[in-house]
């Protein structure tokens, strides 16, 4: 599975919602007369009036440019993209040195728990967070024979306590993606009927 913008888009969302109520109690103080007259225009002149007729030019180039590379930046971090974990440090007792282990490593020993699933097909794993709080995601894809419920439960409690175990910590959360697939089983499931028997 891949991280999206959720911070970001809460964050624009905010601003804009903040400028959007800005605009709208501009506009109810304006109608009720307490800023101006509802009748009379914004802008008393042309807009050079505000900035001036030299600067004009400038300020609205220079608002274009942030305008545009705000949009940029939100278009960016749009696209979904892995955000694994950095390296775990499983302890760090000066008197008894640093054990330190790479997330892919575990995030490879689960997806072989995962495989030997009956029903699965395939798994991948990532692992995000610290040693002390992880985070995995699974994202696992079952044939059409595999028992769903069983499957979540081999997950819950043998591949994930399996993980827990070898970071001394529980999981922080976890997020299960199921996937369907016709291919075939890679550990168990029933065997196919179709053939020939000969009396």
């Known amino acids: 599975m891949r991280q999206h913008a959720g911070t970001a888009n809460r964050v624009w969302l905010t601003i804009l919602g903040l400028l959007c109520l800005a605009a709208g109690v501009y506009v109810l103080?304006?109608?009720?007369?307490?800023?101006?007259?509802?009748?009379?225009?914004?802008?008393?002149?042309?807009?050079?009036?505000?900035?001036?007729a030299d600067i004009a030019p400038a300020a609205v180039l220079i608002a274009g440019l942030v305008l545009g590379v705000l949009g940029l930046w939100w278009m960016l971090v749009q696209i979904p993209r892995r955000a694994e974990a950095d390296t775990f440090r499983l302890q760090e007792n000066p008197a008894r040195g640093i054990t330190v282990c790479n997330p892919s490593v575990l995030a490879a020993a689960v997806e072989d728990d995962t495989d030997r699933i009956p029903g699965v097909v395939g798994s991948t794993a990532l692992l995000r967070g610290t040693a002390e709080e992880p985070d995995l995601t699974l994202k696992v894809t079952v044939?059409?024979?595999?028992?769903?419920?069983?499957?979540?439960?081999?997950?819950?409690?043998?591949?994930?306590?399996?993980?827990?175990?070898?970071?001394?910590?529980?999981?922080?959360?976890?997020?299960?993606?199921?996937?369907?697939?016709?291919?075939?089983?890679?550990s168990g499931g029933p065997v196919s009927s179709s053939g020939t028997v000969v009396y």
Not at 150 to 160: C, F, L, P
Not at 161 to 181: K, R, T
């Open 29 to 52: 103080l304006l109608a009720s007369g307490v800023v101006g007259t509802p009748e009379g225009p914004v802008l008393s002149g042309p807009p050079e009036d505000v900035t001036g």
């Open 143 to 186: 044939n059409s024979w595999a028992d769903i419920r069983e499957v979540m439960d081999q997950i819950e409690g043998a591949v994930v306590p399996h993980l827990a175990m070898a970071l001394e910590n529980p999981l922080h959360s976890l997020g299960v993606q199921l996937e369907a697939s016709n291919k075939q089983a890679l």
